[in-house]
């Protein structure tokens, strides 16, 4: 009954390599994000996305793209792979129409290194 | 113990001490503020979270305290244990996304 999963937890890809990471979230939300984590821990946003809008950070790659079959799957894809790609990504989701609580809940993660 | 925002990213205290770790954070708008915690190889998990009409706000052994004058943000762990050493982020909603701290590394020793 795990909330938010992602697959693979570890991947390990050459440089240049076209990948992806899958999410899933089983809690119902309504918007879902994409995190990636360096090896000084520092979280940064990547992507929110609900089915109304896709908001991008401006300093991410374009080599990053998120797709959404639907509304419980956020995947990310990743072209053309670098070096500085490697880091722990995090999916979230959450529902913004949850009055009460603003609160995302986080995947597990996945450890991509890029060699 | 004590932590200094995000230019001291670890804190080390004794099992059974209460822990601080303090937050700054730079959105004078920002009206709701989370704390989390990531163990080793593990997500961010939730432990409590505030809104801005409050300054405090209580948990299990968790403490939350907000100064908005200053824009600073607290943690407040009582009777600190091994299960309790882990990375804690502070994170701000901005506009509906949440924007999170540098990260402060506790390690309770036995």
């Known amino acids: 009954d795990t909330a938010v999963s992602q697959t693979p937890k570890y991947l390990v890809t050459q440089m240049g390599n076209d990948k992806s990471i899958k999410c899933e979230q089983n809690l119902g939300h309504d918007t879902m994000y994409w995190y990636k984590q360096d090896s000084k821990k520092f979280l940064k946003i990547m992507f929110s996305y609900n089915n109304k809008e896709l908001i991008i950070n401006e300093t991410v790659p374009n080599r990053f793209s998120p797709k959404s079959p639907d509304k419980a799957h956020l995947n990310l894809h990743i072209n053309s792979l670098e070096l500085g790609d490697s880091a722990v990504y995090f999916c979230?989701?959450?529902?913004?129409?949850?009055?009460?609580?603003?609160?995302?809940?986080f995947g597990p993660g996945t450890r991509l290194t890029v060699l | 113990g004590e932590s200094v925002g995000l230019h001291l990213p670890t804190l080390s205290v004794q099992e059974g001490d209460n822990s601080i770790i303090n937050c700054a954070y730079s959105n004078s708008a920002s009206d709701y503020f989370i704390w989390y915690k990531q163990e080793s190889g593990k997500g961010p998990q939730f432990i409590i979270d505030?809104?801005?009409?409050?300054d405090k706000r209580q948990g299990q052994r968790v403490t939350v305290l907000l100064n908005k004058t200053v824009k600073h943000l607290s943690l407040q762990i009582a009777a600190t244990q091994p299960g309790d050493s882990a990375v804690y982020f502070c994170?701000?909603?901005?506009?509906?996304?949440?924007?999170f701290g540098a990260g402060t590394r506790l390690t309770v020793k036995p």
């Open positions: 505030i809104r801005s009409n409050m």
């Open positions: 979230a989701s959450r529902n913004v129409r949850d009055y009460f609580t603003d609160t995302q809940y």
């Open positions: 994170a701000e909603n901005r506009g509906g996304d949440m924007r």
